[in-house]
């Protein structure tokens, strides 16, 4: 095909490969998929089993939860090791999706604590992390956990996986509702520089408003991480500045992003194989320009959704059922909590009883359900119900 592949590869490191193929540029500058018929999905299936994931970063999360919600599993969500433990000392779950680089506690050592409890003692624990040398590995391994999968998270990988450690009910001929065809992203999508969007919407189920979600997200949670690596190696916080590398990392793999995920992955490099505090300048300003091409891009976004919110048509019986469904998924650190908020704001948009305050409070209540902060979004929604219920009676 007239092109060129070259291989970088460094014992105990991992391994780089690059292709050059030189094709025809399009009739329309636009970004789409192929738009010839892909072989049915055929993926395990489940029936509600509860797992927990371990993840730290929101867009990983939402990223996990969709695809195990995709196949029947109940998902309950942490977003670092001692909550993890928390909860698997309140509730009984099937398998664990762990990460590995955590605030307050990571996730080798929340295993070794896992091991250390009897009843949990055989409790699959797989990771699933950006972290994928075959030191790392090994340290998996070693601090009890049975598997160990490599972010970005690719679902036929994932799935392949889960079956090993919880075997399904089924394996359908195709999944209900999985695309027969290779979804094509939105006519109303700007170019985005330096992101791959097939690579992207593929790593989110061909889902283009999930993929959208989870732009809206990096732009929101990591525009200025560069600045932040900055700062954080002038005050000499190297191993914070080797936190922030790692984070966006591995989102920006999620999502296509790829020139700077490797840049991202030498800065890390960088800070973990070196003691003193310099930093090559140029693998900075390389990550500064990528991050900023990036950003722009992003900015000409369309919005999540352009479609007008119907009129609130639920009684007060339902809403009262409605807040309470929530109250209990909350309580119960359900990723469910997500998908019941929003289905309570669809049935209040319009609401003639939905006044500033309560619109506030149903803003903050979602973001902290975005952001797992569940017991501070469980105030907000007693709040919320106080008001709403008492201008009911």
Known sequence: MGGEIKLESTPGVGSLFRFDIVFGLPAAN???????????TRVPHWAGERVLVVEDIAINRTIAV?????VGLSVGVATQGQEALDLLQKEDFRLVLMDIQMPVMDGLTATRAIRAIPRLRHLPVIAMTAHATAEDQQQTLAAGMNEHLTKPIIPRV????????????ATPPALPGAPQTRTALPADWPELAGIDCAAGLELHMFRPELYLKSLYAFRRDFSDTMARIRAALAETRRLEARRLAHSIKSVAASLGIRELAETARQIEQALTETADQTMPEALLAAGEHELNQVMDGLAGLPPLTSANEPERTITDEMLASRLDQ??????????????????????????????????TLLREMSALIDDVEYELALEKLQQLRNRLLEQAT
Do not use: F, N
Not at 66 to 70: G, H, I, Y
Not at 341 to 349: V, Y
């Open 30 to 40: 636009a970004i789409t998929l192929p738009a010839e018929v892909a072989p049915p």
């Open 66 to 70: 969709a695809l195990l919600q995709r």
């Open 326 to 359: 929530l109250a209990a998924s909350l309580k119960r650190a359900d990723a469910r909590s997500e998908q019941l908020c929003e289905g309570l704001s669809k049935d209040l948009a319009g609401a003639p009883e939905m006044t500033e305050q309560e619109q």
């Open 158 to 169: 994932l799935y392949a996986t889960l079956s090993h450690w919880l075997p399904p009910i």
